[in-house]
């Protein structure tokens, strides 16, 4: 449509874009290239606050440091731009302070789970109240398209010049054998199972892991020659299996291959918190005053 075309919805009807209430308008132009995903994972978080009907002041969001980094910074809540990698202890700390808040870790696959990846096993592992939003593009975009712990065996990076050697992670297996309540995995086709599974996450008590499986256009795609932002949502569509409960150990991504999506994980553990309650009333009885009795 060209610029004499376009309509103005706002202006000429009253209505208003849904995602806008929950963005910083001010800080808009965003950073994110033309066919990147993050902006999509964004909308889908968007509707999930909708959707989950939960009061956006008990809601804070920490990002660490990358393109998905930037998540933070343009959504209109009590948002947190970190250190890279230490978005998971960050948001330990925010949450032990503040047990009435929901947590959310937005951030993406390199800040996760290569220089961070200690604080996902460990925040996994203890049950911690947060729900982990992780962006993987297979690469680290902010930077220069360098090699990832979750780039898959094949493709060129700029530190792979021949190609990837390193088996990557498959994180939905390394999220449940480290004790996540609730995992799962979608693409940016997928817009509406992502929402959803977002809600649900907001709704769920524990350690979340959500991966969004998301084009970098700029950086993986033109390098291997996989088209636009476009073309790898299409490749989502056309190999995407939803399996919903599948094992984890059988949903590690290979090059341009099937991605098995779908809520593989679903249980119940008592988080950090409770356990910490629990234990120290077993062993000191009425000596000790449970802490966070506004845990949500
Ligand atoms: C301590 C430290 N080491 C390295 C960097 C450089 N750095 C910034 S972002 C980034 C990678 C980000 O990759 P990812 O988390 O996958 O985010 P993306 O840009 O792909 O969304 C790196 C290595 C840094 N900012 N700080
Ligand atoms: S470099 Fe990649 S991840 Fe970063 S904004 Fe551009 S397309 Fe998105
Ligand atoms: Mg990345």
Redesign the pocket.
Known sequence: MSEQQSIDLEEEYGLENPVMPYLRTDRIPHIWCPGCG?GTTVNAFAHALTDSGMDLDRIAVVS??????RVAGYLNLDSFHT???RAIPFATGLKLANPATKVVVY??????TA?GGNHLVHAARRNMDLMVVC?N?F?????GG?V?PTTPLGPTQTTMPFGNFEEPFNLPFLADACGAVYVARWTVYHVRQLAKAMKEGLQRKGFVFIEALSP?PTLYSRRNRLGDGVDQVKYYKERSVIKHGANTKEVGLGYQGDIVVGTFVDRERPTWLDAMNAHYTTVLGNRYTPYGGTDV
Do not use: F
């Open positions: 993050i660490g440091i990358g393109c998905t980094g250190t890279h990698g951030s993406g696959d390199g800040d996760l220089i962006v593009n690469t680290y975009g902010m930077t360098q990832a970098c």
